[in-house]
């Protein structure tokens, strides 16, 4: 059981989050104390352009950052501190590499999954004696610190930046392996771990498929092609039907088919506390997700905290608390809390609260993706000669930009938002997400245009923010990612916005730079507005790891897509999209 304390506020009027800019988290109150106790712009410097210190670092990190399935040190999950298990499919012969991790490892425990998995959720995790890593055939390259597995949309990445600094095997082998979770765990997980077997990540597996194609030789392209599309066709069958569909909207969402609190949180067990303290601060926001419970009942779920509620009355040198109610998080809650670690940007305030109705929207980063999807899987269809099925995945993907336009598309405002399908009503948080669809050629030029118009809500001096509203969580304002960073500059270069995405890149470029020639690290994420990796008041994750997979490889892409000055085409008109160019 958890409990807090609450003293009645001295005043009162706390702004409302939604729609004020850089608005944030409201403060405590003077006079305001939740006590939980868990049982069970300055400009930027100017930094030398030539990144060769940067870049020698990324070449090095590499090797630290991959993992072998014949080395211990595969094995160690910071997030779940227990004894290392690896986990084989059922019915797989223990493959040579495992045999020497045995040999290796005295410590590690070999077992095999209960049953064949053919997608996500089938299994509950909870059951498991203990959680532990799965199996995967081929090296892969982590993210870095306490993430030490492959991670589903932290890959695509990671594996640009493999291709630009000339490891194509090792990038085309991650892929394999994400063919391999399909086969045998049913998804492209949010990460080789038992725990998240009941999600995925956002659908990069076309992006990371054509990404390799597009560095091999004609004969292998074909072959590689073919190796892929039934993967690829699994992959998006599964983000179109069932649990993931928007309601009728004819687009998809996030969500996890898991229940209660995530096991990957056991290290970071402040996080709900936090959840309960702000949502008991702010009633309207908390009601849909608090119920009261009977202190003598069993939890709501095995693994569910409950919390007690104290109302104290505070006067000069005294303070008077009584008990008052029995507070735990809804299984709503614990829905939209999953479902947004589905999504990757956890956390901010996009989706409510804590993200906590991510499972309530169709997403305009989903959205995009998926329509990439599709029109990868034209090209790959037409490239096998396959007319038909090209035909098919061209009219999935013109209905999903009909539907985009029609739910996500605001004209008046110049940008894509998210729908909430359950109200039927269109989001107005500002968010990075909006350039994705420049990224996926979605937009009309004309969209772009609005949509670039509207750059400097989120542009600051180390680059893109994510959103204008400061809520203290790492995926709102003022943290910018590297992901962020090279969708929408690549999206802006996709439209002929050359100018705004060499500005960008070299404000990012140089932010890094700074930070990695003061500390000598490369980190998962940078304050944008000071131009630093500092973190403070985050509400959740608190860390800024040390890396970092996705950020070196994004380094790497823009560097590279900077152009000469003098190559600079200043004033060219934005070229049609691919969509518009077909008769």
């Not at 609450?6 to 004020?20: A, S």
Request: proline share 7%; charged share 25%.
């Amino acid at each position: 059981m958890t409990s807090f304390t609450l003293v009645k506020p001295v005043r009162e009027g706390e702004r409302h989050m939604q729609g004020t800019r850089r608005s944030r988290l409201p403060a405590w109150v003077p006079g305001l104390i939740v006590t939980l106790s868990l049982v069970a712009s300055a400009a930027p410097a100017q930094v030398g352009r030539e990144y060769g210190d940067v870049r020698a670092y990324i070449s090095r990190n590499w090797e630290v950052l991959t993992r072998t399935m014949d080395n211990c040190e595969v094995l160690k999950d910071p997030k779940v501190p227990e004894r290392s298990v690896l986990y084989l499919p059922k019915d797989l012969p223990e493959p040579a590499s495992v045999q020497q991790l045995r040999r290796q490892c005295p410590q590690v425990r070999i077992q095999r999954l209960p049953s064949d998995i053919t997608a996500p959720g089938q299994v509950d995790v909870r059951a498991f004696e203990a959680q532990g890593l799965l199996y995967l055939e081929h090296p892969y390259v982590v993210p870095g610190g306490m993430f030490n597995e492959m991670y589903g949309w932290d890959s695509y990445f990671i594996i640009r930046g493999l291709l630009r600094d000339g490891r194509r095997d090792l990038a085309q082998n991650m892929v394999r392996n994400f063919f391999f979770e399909l086969e045998h765990y049913g998804a492209v997980l949010n990460a080789n771990r038992t725990y998240y077997l009941t999600r995925s990540q956002p659908p990069f597996l076309s992006s990371m498929v054509m990404a390799v194609h597009d560095t091999l030789g004609k004969e292998e392209r074909r072959a590689w092609l073919a190796e892929a599309h039934p993967y690829l066709v699994r992959d998006y069958e599964m983000w179109t039907q069932g649990a993931h569909l928007a309601g009728d909207t004819g687009l998809s969402r996030y969500f996890d088919h898991g229940q209660g609190p995530v096991p990957e949180l056991s290290t970071h067990e402040r996080y709900y506390r936090d959840v309960v303290g702000y949502l008991v601060r702010h009633p309207e926001e908390g009601k849909p997700f608090l119920r009261e419970v009977d202190p003598k009942a069993p939890a709501p779920t095995p693994t569910s905290p409950v919390f007690t509620l104290q109302v104290c009355e505070q006067t000069v040198g005294t303070t008077s608390c009584t008990t008052q109610e029995t507070l735990a998080l809804t299984e709503d809650y614990y829905k939209g809390d999953r479902s947004m670690r589905e999504s990757g940007f956890d956390i901010s305030f996009r989706f409510g609260p804590f993200s906590a109705r991510t499972h309530h929207y169709a997403g305009v980063d989903l959205n995009s993706l998926l329509y990439k999807t599709e029109t990868d899987l034209e090209r790959i269809s037409t490239a096998l000669g396959r007319a038909d099925e090209a035909r098919t995945w061209r009219e999935r993907a013109a209905r999903r930009k009909q539907q985009v336009d029609r739910y996500l598309w605001d004209v008046q405002r110049g940008m894509y938002f998210d729908h909430d399908f359950v109200t039927g009503q269109r989001s107005t948080y500002e968010y990075a997400t909006t350039f994705y669809p420049l990224w996926a050629g979605l937009a009309s030029p004309e969209q772009a245009r609005a949509v670039v118009s509207n750059l400097f809500h989120f542009e600051q001096p180390g680059g893109l923010a994510m959103s204008r509203q400061d809520t203290s969580t790492q995926w709102d304002y003022p943290y910018g990612w590297a992901p962020l960073h090279l969708l929408t500059i690549e999206g802006l270069r996709r439209y002929g916005y050359d100018l705004d995405a060499d500005r960008l890149s070299r404000k990012f470029l140089d932010m890094v730079a700074e930070n990695f020639r003061r500390d000598g690290t490369i980190r998962e994420k940078y304050n944008v507005v000071t131009r630093s990796s500092e973190m403070k008041r985050i509400v959740g994750y608190t860390e800024n790891v040390v890396g970092f997979g996705w950020t070196n490889g994004v380094f790497l892409e823009l560097l590279h897509g900077l152009q000469p000055e003098p190559a600079r085409r200043v004033g060219r008109k934005p070229p049609p999209s691919r969509r518009e160019q077909r008769p």
